[in-house]
């Protein structure tokens, strides 16, 4: 790898915690819920993209957590792409701005 990324060594997600490693897999991150894993790719070699993948995983975490993953009708993958490219971008923009609660 060009640029070491740091790697967290776990992170809570809904009050469990989750072991983060790296490994050699062909995605770029899996969320193993029954071994409270997230594994994110060890190809990722820059800190924005691991990053990105984490918190992607850490979406399939708290959808599985809050019982969602479970429904008979569901299809995550497309939830999750929805609020990593959709809601959170918005956030993000939201978070640079200063908010006046008097004036809202």
């Given at each position: 790898?060009n ?17 983060v490693?790296?490994?050699n ?12 894993k ?10 924005e993209?691991?990053a990105a ?14 019982g ?17 490219n ?6 993000d ?12």
């Amino acid at each position: 790898m060009n640029n070491p990324t740091p790697v967290l060594l776990s992170v809570k997600i809904g009050g469990i915690d989750f072991t983060v490693i790296r490994d050699n897999i062909a995605e770029y991150g899996q969320m193993l819920f029954d071994e409270r894993k997230i594994v994110i790719s060890s190809s990722i070699d820059n800190a924005e993209e691991y990053a990105a993948t984490l918190r992607h995983e850490m979406l399939h975490a708290a959808l599985c957590i809050a019982g969602i993953s479970y429904l008979k009708k569901y299809e995550e993958e497309p939830i999750v792409r929805a609020i990593e490219n959709i809601f959170f971008p918005a956030w993000d923009l939201l978070q640079n701005k200063t908010i006046n609660i008097e004036s809202v």
